[in-house]
């Protein structure tokens, strides 16, 4: 009897082994060959040497990352740092103002009526669901010359006249502002959900203002949802090439664009691969430090993100 009992358990063992492989190898082949491999290629390209037509080749070198920061062969040039700095500034501004919109809005659908709220959600990612590249077109028409917001703009004396807010830097931020706010709206709108409201009538009992009650009662309750939609805002903000292409016409340059045109028109791999590997590494230390802000503004506990 006990040789038989190991026998159908060392079968169960078997059987159970091959069904999780079965059940893990699509997911598993599909991020290894649309993920693993295109980064691993991705980091062989960026150490390898620029090519005559912009093919990578041999021997390998760290040329292209000189290139990257601004080294070339008439010397340094801070165009490349700029593009950088750019592209950190425009995440940070579209990702802080993400978040002032997005607050009001999360709150007001969690206090209406139960159902209104799906409405009100769909009407908040409706808009996410046609082409980004549609979209970026309607602003660009919307903040053209003779428009009444270029129109209006014109009577404060923000532009010049005949002048429109299209191409500019403010419209590749309200691009992404508004690209990017159902990112924002929808884990908060899950964290409000989840919102403990004995602490805000506690707090509001206790005379706090309405600013000191929000940090010291809501915020601490929100932060989840703040962290996981500040990732899903600021890791794609930050090597989006759409929208700087089309709403900054060349003014408005970010680290996608730079890492797009060598690989389209300038034809320099290697550098591109390299800029690419930049983007990488910014999108890790990002998450790491929105870990460890989740784990100190937390109380301890870690945030998953």
């Not at 996410?128 to 703009?153: C, E, H, K």
Request: glycine share 10%; net charge positive; with cysteine.
């Amino acid at each position: 009897m006990t040789e038989i009992s190991i026998a159908l358990r060392g079968r169960a063992v078997v059987s159970e082994t091959r069904h999780l492989l079965f059940s893990v190898m699509p997911g598993a082949v599909w991020i290894i060959v649309f993920l693993v491999l295109p980064s691993v290629y991705l980091m062989a390209v960026a150490f390898m040497t620029n090519g005559p037509y912009g093919q990578p080749q041999m021997p390998l070198s760290l040329e292209s990352f000189r290139q990257l920061a601004g080294f070339g062969f008439l010397g340094w040039s801070p165009g490349n740092l700029y593009t950088l700095l750019r592209s950190l500034w425009q995440t940070l501004l579209s990702t802080v103002l993400v978040v002032i919109v997005a607050y009001p809005i999360a709150y007001y659908i969690t206090t209406c009526r139960e159902k209104w709220r799906p409405i009100m959600l769909l009407a908040v990612v409706v808009p996410s669901w046609t082409n980004q590249v549609i979209r970026t077109f309607g602003w660009m028409n919307l903040l053209a010359p003779g428009t009444p917001l270029s129109d209006a703009a014109q009577a404060l004396g923000l532009i010049a006249p005949n002048m429109g807010l299209y191409p500019s830097n403010f419209a590749v931020t309200l691009g992404l502002v508004y690209n990017f706010l159902p990112f924002m709206v929808l884990p908060l709108y899950a964290a409000f959900e989840k919102l403990d409201t004995a602490q805000v009538q506690a707090a509001q009992d206790l005379y706090a203002a309405p600013l000191r009650a929000f940090w010291h009662a809501v915020f601490p309750q929100t932060l989840p949802g703040l962290l996981a939609g500040t990732v899903l805002v600021a890791i794609p903000a930050f090597g989006m090439y759409v929208i700087p292409e089309l709403l900054g016409g060349g003014k408005g340059m970010m680290l996608g664009n730079l890492v797009a045109n060598q690989f389209a028109g300038s034809a320099n791999w290697p550098l591109g691969a390299a800029g690419a590997i930049l983007m990488l590494i910014a999108t890790f230390a990002g998450l790491f430090a929105m870990r460890r802000i989740g784990k100190r503004l937390g109380g301890g506990e870690e945030v998953v993100i």
